[in-house]
């Protein structure tokens, strides 16, 4: 089972961007299709992004056009690009691992990324 490390959250202003890294052990990123979630205090996780091993992306409505997903099979670490943030922007985010195969789900331990007025 994959584990994984999210980096790179952190206070930044309206407008700014930052990039997420989810680096992972123990599985080769190829095996899975990797994602993003983000949740705020009291509110349920909701998907930002995903990517297919084979390169295939999906974002949330909320965040097309401002995000992107990719993978570095490389250096075994997904990103996410995160440009124009705006405050609701503001969340913990969470990287998670869904093998393609088993569906065994791994998940991050979130990093916050905090978007001042």
């Known amino acids: 089972q994959v584990q994984l490390v999210e980096s790179g959250g952190g206070l930044v202003q309206t407008g700014g961007s930052l990039r997420l890294s989810c680096a992972a052990s123990?599985?080769?990123?190829?095996?899975?299709?990797m994602c993003w979630y983000r949740q705020t205090p009291g509110n349920q996780r909701e998907l930002v992004a995903l990517i297919t091993p084979g390169g295939g992306t999906n974002y949330a409505y909320l965040v097309k056009g401002r995000f992107t997903i990719s993978n570095d099979n490389d250096k075994n670490t997904a990103y996410l690009q995160m440009n124009s943030l705006k405050p609701e922007d503001t969340a913990v985010y969470f990287c998670?691992?869904?093998?393609?195969?088993?569906?065994?789900?791994?998940w991050g331990q979130g990093t916050q990324v905090t978007v001042s007025s």
């Open positions: 998670c691992g869904r093998h393609r195969i088993s569906g065994v789900e791994s």
């Open positions: 123990g599985s080769n990123l190829s095996r899975y299709v």
